[in-house]
């Protein structure tokens, strides 16, 4: 027996769920807000499949899987489900709806070919609606140029032309393996990746790199020994935090003035700078 896709398996198990009705819908959310009710999910998402589905079904011409558009409008569909409110006056497919869309197009923009044209909201409003602008202004009463239509559509969007014309390009463009042959008459064997110029770091530097950080991370581990508690205290606090407190936040918490703490980090810092000495020497003796 012939398994069935997977996508009309999911078509034809929303359509037969059944519809929620306002107080339905609220007693759910509820349930699994305050109580974390797992069936109480389930029925919530699954009565809203069909919303995904249709939702998915207006970017089928990007030529992704249908499947897969589905799967990520579900992803977005439980994102909105951890996040509502069921005491604000709203319908859950109302709210749903924006992270449904919203999972999908993220997908679109990391999967499709052009490989990320831009993720920017005025980016993405341009990637999602320049075929639909293009082709209204094409068709109205007015005779436009190219030019004109590129103008309008960089007005409308908030972009600037050359953005147009250069994402106009891009889902113009028909996709070119990288490894197809650089000459058509097989003349050459050289592939189009070998022409490819990595700006990146080469493996041994990013090897020494990496050797260097963790030999620095060592050295300053068994340098912080020679610390004693409040010193310690004072360093992680003013050195090794992301938001490094004050003198006057570590005076307060240690019932002493900002000025002594000053004279505690200064000599603390000094006390490291001879440990890692010492061991830098050590290193380079061995």
Do not use: C
Not at 29 to 46: G, I, N, P, S, Y
Not at 107 to 115: G, H, M, P
């Amino acid at each position: 027996m012939t398994k069935e896709p997977v996508d009309r398996a999911l078509v034809r198990a929303a359509m037969q769920a059944a519809y929620l009705d306002r107080e339905e819908e609220h007693d759910l959310a509820v349930r699994w807000k305050e109580e974390k009710d797992q069936q109480a999910l389930h029925r919530m998402t699954t009565s809203h499949m069909r919303l995904v589905i249709s939702m998915a079904s207006k970017f089928r011409y990007y030529g992704l899987p249908m499947g897969d558009l589905i799967q990520e409008g579900h992803v977005g569909l439980l994102e909105a489900a951890a996040r509502f409110d069921p005491e604000r006056d709203v319908r859950f497919s109302t709210y749903a709806g924006w992270w449904i869309r919203a999972s999908i197009q993220d997908y679109v923009l990391r999967n499709w070919s052009i490989v990320r044209g831009g993720t920017s909201s005025a980016q993405k409003a341009l990637f999602f609606n320049l075929r639909r602008l293009r082709a209204r202004l094409a068709q109205g009463p007015g005779m436009l140029s190219s030019i004109d239509i590129r103008r309008e559509i960089a007005v409308t969007l908030g972009v600037s032309e050359s953005d147009v014309a250069l994402m106009d390009s891009r889902l113009s463009a028909s996709d070119t393996s990288l490894n197809a042959p650089v000459t058509e008459d097989g003349a050459s064997s050289a592939e189009r990746s070998d022409f490819l110029v990595s700006d990146g770091p080469l493996p041994d530097e990013i090897a020494e790199e990496t050797i260097d950080v963790e030999r620095r991370a060592i050295w300053l581990k068994d340098a912080l020994r020679v610390l004693n508690d409040r010193e310690m205290k004072i360093i992680e606090e003013r050195r090794l935090s992301e938001e490094g407190a004050t003198l006057e936040a570590l005076g307060e918490t240690l019932g002493i003035s900002k000025e002594r703490v000053r004279q505690i980090e200064n000599r603390a810092l000094e006390k490291l700078k001879i440990a890692l000495v010492r061991q830098g020497t050590g290193f380079l003796a061995a």
